[in-house]
Nanobody, 130 residues
Framework: QVQLAESGGGSVQAGGSLRISCTAS????????VGWFRQAPGEEREGVAM?????????LYVNSVKDRFTISVENANKTVFLQMNSLKREDTAMYYC??????????????????????WGQGTQVTVSS
C-alpha cells in the first residue's frame, strides 16, 4: 500500500511563489505517474500537472498553469515537487497529489482526469490573497 504525504502549502500574496511536495512511502508500478490536482470549495477537482517518475521527468500541464508551475521529481527521496510561481487568487485551493500507473498520465483536451490514479494524499491548502 502506497501512502502519499503532501507538505509545503500556505498563504501567499498574488504574484508570489510556493513549492509543495509529495513524498511516497514506496515506489511500485502504481507510482509511475504522479499528478497534482486541486479543488476549491464548490468546484470540481481538477488536474494541473503530471509527471512520469521514470521517464526523465517528462511532464504535462494544463494551460492555466503552464509557464507558471513546474513539476519535478527527486526519485532518490521518492518526492515530487510542484513549484508555483506568479500565483493568482484563482490558484487558491486544496492541492492533492495522486499516484498511478504510467497510463494515468494523460490529457483529454486540456483536462487531466483523476480516474486512473490509485493512491491519493490528504491534501495541502494553498491560499493566494490579493
Amino acid at each position: 500500500q502506497v501512502q502519499l504525504a503532501e507538505s509545503g502549502g500556505g498563504s501567499v500574496q498574488a504574484g508570489g511563489s510556493l513549492r509543495i511536495s509529495c513524498t511516497a512511502s514506496l515506489y511500485t508500478r502504481s507510482t509511475k505517474c504522479v499528478g497534482w490536482f486541486r479543488q476549491a470549495p464548490g468546484e470540481e477537482r481538477e488536474g494541473v500537472a503530471m509527471i512520469w517518475t521514470g521517464d526523465g521527468g517528462k511532464a504535462l500541464y494544463v494551460n492555466s498553469v503552464k509557464d507558471r508551475f513546474t513539476i519535478s521529481v527527486e526519485n532518490a527521496n521518492k518526492t515530487v515537487f510542484l513549484q508555483m510561481n506568479s500565483l493568482k487568487r484563482e490558484d487558491t485551493a486544496m492541492y492533492y497529489c495522486a499516484a498511478g500507473p504510467e497510463r494515468a498520465c494523460m490529457k483529454v483536451g486540456d483536462r487531466m482526469l483523476p480516474d486512473g490514479f490509485d493512491y491519493w494524499g490528504q491534501g495541502t491548502q494553498v491560499t493566494v490573497s490579493s
